[in-house]
């Protein structure tokens, strides 16, 4: 099992931003995809937007296209997710998730996860 820990949460303003990181534990992983998921209270963990290992491929779910951002970098065995115009709608717990093999945006085919961080949008 890979452990991922995020980095980045806070409280921002409608309109405002902030970078999430994820960093494995410090092992390098060829084929090793890479996402961000959210969930909100009393709902279901949802993609955001995930990348595959060369970091070629991205997918992002409608809402967040043209506001978020993901990009790696293996040299630092690190994710991030930059998010931009952040709505009140935004507010949730990130988690970083991963695994081996293709991409996917379904929380049940990751496989390992990280331990949150709260993201709270303001208005």
């Known amino acids: 099992q890979v452990q991922l820990v995020e980095s980045g949460g806070g409280l921002v303003q409608v309109g405002g931003s902030l970078r999430l990181s994820c960093t494995t534990d410090?092992?390098?992983?060829?084929?090793?995809?890479m996402g961000w998921f959210r969930q909100a209270p009393g709902k279901e963990r949802e993609f955001v937007a995930t990348i595959n290992w060369s970091g070629t491929n991205t997918y992002y779910a409608d809402s967040m296209k043209g506001r978020f951002t993901i990009s790696r970098d293996n040299a630092a065995n690190s994710v991030y997710l930059q998010m931009n115009s952040l709505k009140p709608e935004d507010t949730a717990v990130y988690y970083c998730?991963?695994?081996?093999?293709?991409?996917?945006?379904?929380?049940?085919?990751?496989?390992?996860w990280g331990q949150g961080t709260q993201v709270t949008v303001s208005s």
């Open positions: 998730g991963g695994k081996f093999g293709v991409i996917t945006t379904s929380p049940n085919q990751i496989k390992d």
């Open positions: 410090g092992r390098t992983f060829s084929n090793y995809v």
